[in-house]
């Protein structure tokens, strides 16, 4: 569904018409399956529903209906949580990444906090901001955070020091050296660390919320749902995470793959 | 070694007994040796010699991008510490940047300035390296020897007092870079930029230099500074322009 190309972006290759239904020949067939099946079945099997009551769930069912409610919750708190931290890893990235200082003296605290699993700053989290919206919201943009700082530092250390010489002879400013030569040279690896902190901190969004529960949101939604058996509504929440989750890839690349036209053509 | 007569001590470049080591995995590497060189404001310097004789290295001490020297290297009696608008510098590459267009890229070294001038000597320099329509292209949409040309351009559009070009031309058809080498010569004499121009092409150094400057390697040291001391244009089949290409081959051949 979400493929993260970890290196180089490349454009996607574009897929004649025909590898795109050989490809969704397998997903088609078992969706076929699913919408069938359960109908043959002499009795009603609680784990086994029908493809068009999970379809209609969200339209018919009064704790179906929530999940719209749930939904916008947990895109205003993705949202806010991906931009804190993406915002927040860009800075150090560009810290570290421009200052040797600055490198010497958190590249190797960061690298150490970087070690620790995502999941595990949970207890910590809720232990320092509460069960309520802080540690969610923390614990998206910690999940953002790593990667897009990560990779602002990985740009800026691959910009030639050719470059860097030209920056030096013109007398560049502080702050034209920025946003002339480090920001887009370092955008395309900045590029691939938003995309990979679009997607964990999509994972942290979804997992903060079914964790750390209370309040409203797909994560707990699906919690619930789980909670009282409710197969359907649980199904429905997994549908709607897996169409944001590639919603948000694609709109992102639509967004910023122009701005990166320029190494196109190189060869 | 001889040095010429209108060498303007307190205006120009005084290059005294300069040395540059580079260390390879610890072990030092001496690239240059002994450089004593005066350049006189708005003089034009070729030089000439085997690569790996240092001379890109010389450029770079000059511009003020190695730190660590033995010596002394002074413009206007003021040591150089670093950059300065004051002196530009054509690499050998043309480093344009990738993500900025040709007129983007010239305007780089002209930060500061009013809107209308940046305009106007981007224009100016667009058209004195001959890249009309190209003003909004990306540096892989240019070949080579344009990718230079517009590279000439971002040097000259600072107007520095001191232009450094680092075989600049040799990427370009041998029409372009006669036409280009017409035109940097042309400015150099009008605005009393002072050239210094490393090249292979032995004739062209002597066909324009006020002296050229003959290199041998390891180390980096001067072999000759052989003044010409000819009016332009200067014929090339004269006996004594024969002669002064001769000289600078025999230096050559160490
Ligand atoms: N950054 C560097 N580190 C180590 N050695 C270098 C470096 N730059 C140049 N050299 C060495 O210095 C010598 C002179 O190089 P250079 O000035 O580029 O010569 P030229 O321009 O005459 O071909 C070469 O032997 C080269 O390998
Ligand atoms: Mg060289």
Known sequence: MTDITIGTVKKAPRRGAVRIWRGAALPLALLGAWAIVPHLLSAPHPLLVPLDEVLAAPFTDTSGREVWESLVQTLLRYGAGFALGAVAGLALGLLVGASGLADRLISPSFNAVRQIALFAWIPLLTAWFGNGEGSKLAFIALSAFFPVALNTHDGLRTIGRGYMEVAAVLKLSWGRRVTKLLLPGALPSIFIGLQIGLITAWLGTVGGEYMIGVGRGLGIFIAEARGQFRMDLVLVGVIFLALIGFAANVAFRRLFEPLIRWQGARP | ?254
């Open chain 2, 1 to 254: 070694m001889s040095l010429t007569a209108d060498t303007d001590a307190t205006r120009g470049l005084r290059i005294r007994n300069v040395g540059k080591t580079y260390r390879i995995e610890g072990r030092p590497l001496p690239v240059l040796q002994n450089i004593h060189l005066d350049i006189g404001p708005g003089e034009f310097v070729g030089i000439v010699g085997a690569s790996g004789c240092g001379k890109s290295t010389l450029l770079r001490l000059i511009i003020g991008l190695e730190a660590d020297y033995e010596g002394e290297i002074a413009l206007g009696g003021d040591p150089i510490g670093g950059p300065s608008r004051e002196r530009g510098i054509v690499f050998q590459d043309h480093r344009l940047f990738p993500w900025l267009t040709v007129t983007d890229n010239i305007a780089l070294g002209l930060e500061g300035l009013a809107a209308a001038e940046v305009r106007e000597r981007i224009a100016e320099n667009i058209e004195l390296v001959g890249l009309q329509g190209f003003e909004n292209a990306y540096p892989h949409q240019l070949s080579g020897g344009m990718a230079q040309r517009a590279a000439i351009a971002r040097a000259l559009a600072m107007r520095p007092q001191i232009l450094v070009l680092d075989e600049p031309l040799g990427a370009l058809d041998s029409l372009t870079r006669v036409r280009l080498q017409n035109e940097l010569f042309r400015i150099g004499r009008q605005s009393r930029m002072t050239m210094v121009l490393v090249t292979h092409d032995v004739e062209e150094a002597v066909y324009r230099s006020d002296k050229v400057v003959v290199m041998e390697p390891r180390p980096g040291r001067i072999k000759a500074t052989i003044p010409v001391h000819l009016d332009h244009p200067r014929q090339r089949g004269s006996a004594e322009f024969v002669n002064l290409r001769e000289r600078v081959y025999e230096a050559l051949q160490y």
